[in-house]
Every structure is written in C-alpha cells, then in structure tokens.
C-alpha cells in the first residue's frame, strides 16, 4: 500500500504523492483505475473541466476500445518492436478482463471490439465512477515539472498550483483533436528533460485530393478497394468504406491509408470501385445494359455498379454522359470498365491534426524502457499512450496501445514500490 506523505517546503506543509498521472484521457484513467485497485494514492491532473472527453467521440460515439487481432503490423514509429512486450503482456483479453470486472461487457463487430451498450459512454462511466473524486483535480493544465534528484521529488505546477510526487506519469496524448484537449503543447514537458520528439504528422485523417477531383460527389459513400502509391510504388491496400467530402477522400480505408502516407509526398490514392467483379464481367454487364436500353442517356450507364452519382461523373469526365447509349462504342464501355477498376486521386494535403484521431510521431522510445515505459533519462518519469512515438492503425488499436502502455507503468509502480 503506498500512500501520501507529508513534507515542509519554504515553511509551508505538502503533500507528496506517490505517483502524479498528468492527463485524464484513456491511458491516464486506465492508470488512476489500477492505482485505485492496488491501494496506491495518486493525484490526476486533468486541463478539461472533466475527464475522458475524447474517449467519448472514439468510433463515432461508440467507443471502438480493442480489436481482435492485435499485431505489431498495426502500429507505426521509429522503433517497430517498442511496443510489443505492451501489446502482447495487456492484450485485447487482457482489456476485455478489465472491463468485465467492472460489469462492462464488450463485444465484436467485424474484429472491432465495442461495449455491449454501444456507447462510449459505459467506458467512461466503467473508468471514472470507480475513482475517488477527490483524487481528480480538473481544469488544472500542467504548465511545468521539474525534478529534484538529490530528493527524488517531483515538483508539478499548474496555473493556481504546485504538487509533489515520488513518480509522475505523463499521459497528455498527442497533437490530435485539439477539442479533447490535444494540442500538442504537453510534448515540451518532456522535451525538457532532454526526450526527443520525432517530426510529428496527423493520422487517420481525410485526404485532401487535387481541386475538381472529387466534384459533385460529397457525401458519396461505397464500398471499395483503395491502394495508396508514393511515388509509384504500391504501399497500402485498404478494403471498406470510402466517403466523398467536398475537398476530398474519407472513410475507413483513407483513415488506414492516411497513417502510411503521413509526412510522404507524391501520394495517389487508387480506387476500384467494383472489387468483387473483374473487368470482363463488367464490360460484358455494361454492353448488356447498353443494348436493353439503347435510349437512356449515357450518365447513369453505370449505375448499376455505383453509387448514380460516380456513374454521373465518371461518364461526364470519358464524354459520355449527354450520349444516348446506342451511341456510346465498345471502346467507350471498355475505357469506362477500366476507370471503375481505377480511378486515381492525387493527394495533395490531410485535413490536419484539429481533424485528426492520432499523431504520427511523438516522444522518441528509444529513451523510454519498454516494460515499464519509465523514462531512461529521469527515474521515476513515465510516458504512456499517444504522447510516445506509437501509432495504431484504424481500428481500436489506439486505445489498446493506451491501455496496454499505462498497465505497464502501473505494474513498474507496483513492483517498484515508490
Ligand atoms: C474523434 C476521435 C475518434 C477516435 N476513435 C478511436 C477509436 O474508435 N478507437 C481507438 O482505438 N482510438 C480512437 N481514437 C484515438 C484515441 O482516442 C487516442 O489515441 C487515445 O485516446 C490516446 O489516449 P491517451 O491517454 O494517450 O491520450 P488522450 O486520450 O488524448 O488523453 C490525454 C489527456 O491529457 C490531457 N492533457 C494534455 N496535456 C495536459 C496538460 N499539460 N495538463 C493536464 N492535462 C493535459 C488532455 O486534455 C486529455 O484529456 C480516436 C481519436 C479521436 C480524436
């Protein structure tokens, strides 16, 4: 059992804390949850007016918390095995334990694991409502710690305070949804005490695609094959939902895409539109329609294959659309059954990190122990979550990360006894 002493500073008494945790998203609650079960005291500082806002918008509402296949191919950074004892030690059964024991079933949509509920929100009632309150200080940004190595403290300031501790965890996520309190300015409190920050980038993100090139299909969505090639070279097939927005590509395969072309130039996105049907099929399929109604006009030729709304465009930009089908050639149809198999959109820009779910980049772990994610610099420091330079692909893993990280500090802090 660790508990708070008291200390006199400048004549003054306080508190110090066993363990600090900075921030009050998924990885600082899954902390101050394991702390609580172990009788350890912490303090949480949280700069929203409450805790786990962004946990609330994950998968649209419905808290997509895990997945069913955790590998290490779902995670990006400089160092591809840092996360693995994490992953493999706190894994997806290890996640859906946890919840189980606060009465929280979760389950599986296409590998994608939910809470029963379907709402965020049991996550965050299941994580919160099982902490103290008075262990929580809210609307409390940490604008500044240092550490007193001959004493082994902590000193942890905020705008109206400062706190002691034996060990802070920094859990202040990354640069991602500046709305959930994400703003990328909480990386210099590492920095400060010498950890690097790679080059960071949004991810699982929209695209934004060459201007006129998605025109007139906004809120168009399909399900496709979508291939993402840097300069020319084929690096990332994705299969799923693809949106149109008014600028450019979104859906699931452009949030899996998007972390493979973060920070890269000369990147196209190359869409079949009719993956499951090869191309003779649909030419075969096209003369059939053409030759039935020979009358129609050429726009909505293909639409029986997509959305009216591709066909409209894809037959305006071969010069189709104002032709009756009688007097669209077999050529024509060929071109046209090709374009469906690809269609290429040159990316241009992302949306940018206010629209982004994660950062690509963050605290080099070549500095951070990966089993107990203790700083290699500062004893007593910890990093865990989206801060460090692990992303997860589209999916729940990055909230498995999250949590799998901060299960790691808490067993650092258990065995360490601080
Ligand atoms: C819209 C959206 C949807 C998403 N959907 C999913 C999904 O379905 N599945 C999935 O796996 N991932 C999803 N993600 C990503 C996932 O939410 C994050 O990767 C994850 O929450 C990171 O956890 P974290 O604890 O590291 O950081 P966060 O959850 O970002 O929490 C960091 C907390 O620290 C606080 N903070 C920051 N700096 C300070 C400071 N100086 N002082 C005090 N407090 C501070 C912030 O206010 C915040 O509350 C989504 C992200 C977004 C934006």
């Given at each position: 059992?660790?508990?708070?002493?008291?200390?006199?500073?400048?004549?003054v008494?306080?508190?110090?804390?066993?363990?600090?945790?900075?921030?009050g998203?998924?990885?600082?609650?899954?902390l101050?949850?394991g702390l609580?079960?172990?009788?350890?005291?912490?303090?949480?500082?949280?700069?929203?007016?409450?805790?786990?806002k962004?946990?609330?918008?994950?998968?649209n509402?419905?808290?997509?918390?895990?997945?069913?296949?955790?590998?290490?191919?779902?995670?990006h950074?400089?160092?591809?095995s840092?996360p693995?004892?994490?992953?493999?030690t706190?894994?997806?059964?290890?996640i859906?334990?946890?919840?189980?024991?606060?009465?929280?079933?979760?389950?599986?949509?296409?590998?994608?694991?939910?809470?029963?509920?379907?709402?965020a929100?049991?996550?965050?009632?299941?994580?919160?409502?099982?902490?103290d309150?008075a262990?929580?200080?809210?609307?409390?940004?940490?604008?500044d710690?240092?550490?007193?190595?001959?004493?082994?403290?902590?000193?942890?300031?905020?705008k109206?305070?400062?706190?002691y501790?034996?060990?802070?965890?920094?859990?202040?996520g990354?640069?991602?949804?500046?709305?959930?309190?994400t703003?990328g300015?909480?990386y210099?409190?590492?920095?400060?005490?010498?950890?690097?920050?790679?080059k960071?980038?949004?991810?699982?993100?929209q695209l934004?695609?060459?201007?006129?090139?998605?025109?007139?299909?906004k809120?168009?969505?399909?399900?496709?094959?979508?291939?993402?090639?840097?300069?020319?070279?084929?690096?990332?097939?994705?299969?799923?939902?693809?949106?149109?927005?008014?600028?450019?590509?979104s859906g699931?395969?452009?949030?899996?895409l998007?972390?493979?072309?973060?920070?890269?130039?000369?990147?196209?996105?190359n869409?079949e539109?009719?993956?499951?049907?090869?191309?003779e099929?649909?030419?075969?399929?096209?003369k059939?329609?053409?030759?039935?109604?020979?009358?129609?006009?050429?726009?909505?030729?293909?639409?029986?294959?997509?959305?009216?709304?591709?066909?409209s465009?894809?037959?305006?930009?071969?010069?189709?659309?104002k032709?009756?089908?009688?007097?669209?050639?077999?050529?024509?149809?060929?071109?046209?059954?090709k374009?469906?198999?690809?269609?290429?959109?040159?990316?241009?820009?992302?949306?940018?990190f206010?629209n982004?779910?994660?950062?690509?980049?963050?605290?080099?772990?070549?500095?951070?122990?990966?089993?107990?994610?203790?700083?290699?610099?500062?004893?007593?420091?910890?990093?865990c979550?989206?801060?460090?330079?692990?992303?997860?692909?589209?999916?729940g893993?990055?909230?498995?990360?999250?949590?799998?990280?901060?299960n790691?500090?808490?067993?650092?802090i258990?065995?360490?006894?601080?």
């Amino acid at each position: 059992m660790l508990k708070y002493y008291i200390i006199k500073q400048f004549g003054v008494l306080f508190v110090v804390y066993p363990i600090i945790i900075v921030g009050g998203g998924f990885s600082g609650l899954v902390l101050a949850n394991g702390l609580t079960d172990n009788n350890i005291d912490f303090l949480l500082l949280e700069r929203n007016d409450r805790v786990g806002k962004k946990l609330l918008a994950t998968g649209n509402g419905r808290g997509n918390v895990t997945n069913k296949n955790i590998a290490l191919e779902n995670y990006h950074g400089a160092d591809f095995s840092f996360p693995s004892f994490a992953l493999k030690t706190y894994d997806n059964r290890h996640i859906e334990g946890f919840f189980d024991k606060k009465g929280i079933i979760l389950t599986c949509e296409d590998d994608k694991v939910y809470p029963a509920s379907l709402q965020a929100n049991s996550l965050l009632d299941g994580l919160r409502l099982y902490i103290d309150e008075a262990k929580i200080k809210t609307n409390a940004y940490v604008s500044d710690i240092t550490f007193d190595k001959a004493k082994k403290l902590f000193t942890v300031k905020t705008k109206d305070d400062i706190y002691y501790s034996r060990a802070v965890a920094l859990c202040v996520g990354g640069m991602a949804g500046k709305a959930f309190g994400t703003d990328g300015s909480s990386y210099r409190l590492a920095e400060k005490f010498g950890h690097k920050v790679s080059k960071l980038y949004p991810a699982l993100v929209q695209l934004v695609t060459e201007k006129g090139s998605v025109k007139g299909l906004k809120g168009v969505k399909q399900t496709v094959k979508a291939t993402l090639t840097v300069g020319g070279k084929v690096i990332k097939t994705a299969v799923g939902d693809l949106l149109f927005t008014d600028n450019g590509l979104s859906g699931n395969t452009i949030f899996t895409l998007s972390s493979f072309s973060a920070g890269k130039t000369d990147c196209t996105i190359n869409v079949e539109f009719v993956p499951q049907i090869d191309v003779e099929q649909i030419i075969k399929s096209l003369k059939n329609r053409r030759d039935s109604y020979p009358d129609l006009l050429g726009e909505t030729l293909l639409s029986g294959l997509v959305h009216s709304r591709i066909s409209s465009k894809i037959c305006q930009e071969a010069g189709v659309a104002k032709l009756i089908y009688s007097k669209i050639s077999d050529k024509q149809i060929e071109m046209l059954a090709k374009t469906l198999k690809n269609t290429c959109f040159k990316v241009v820009d992302t949306t940018g990190f206010d629209n982004a779910q994660v950062t690509n980049g963050g605290v080099l772990t070549k500095d951070v122990n990966p089993e107990t994610m203790e700083s290699k610099l500062v004893s007593g420091l910890y990093l865990c979550g989206e801060v460090l330079d692990v992303a997860g692909d589209c999916g729940g893993y990055n909230l498995q990360w999250a949590y799998s990280s901060a299960n790691c500090v808490l067993g650092a802090i258990i065995n360490g006894n601080r």
